[in-house]
């Protein structure tokens, strides 16, 4: 146990002796690049949700103007067919 503390000790103490102040700017530098790349990355994704969500939205629409169109046709197809029987129900009983 001690010499696992003594082992991170040493470790920390190397680690931050490696890094003087003149890698503080180069390290600043680095950090900013990533957070750079990851901000591209974001916005590459919310750009492709974007249009994911504006696809589907289109698809969407288009099959509910589809739906409304095929309700539309079915209905005045129905209203056609009720109308021929009515005239014939009314055409028979002129005759009898």
Excluded: H
């Amino acid at each position: 146990m001690i010499n696992n503390t003594l082992e991170v000790i040493l470790w920390k103490s190397l680690f931050l002796k490696k890094f003087s102040k003149s890698d503080l700017p180069k390290l600043n530098e680095a950090i900013r690049a990533t957070a750079s790349e990851r901000e591209e990355t974001d916005l590459n994704i919310l750009k492709k949700c974007t249009e994911e969500l504006t696809n589907l939205r289109e698809q969407v629409e288009e099959e509910r103007r589809a739906r409304e169109n095929s309700e539309a046709a079915t209905y005045d197809m129905l209203k056609d067919v009720v109308s021929k029987i009515k005239n014939e129900i009314e055409g028979e009983r002129k005759e009898r």
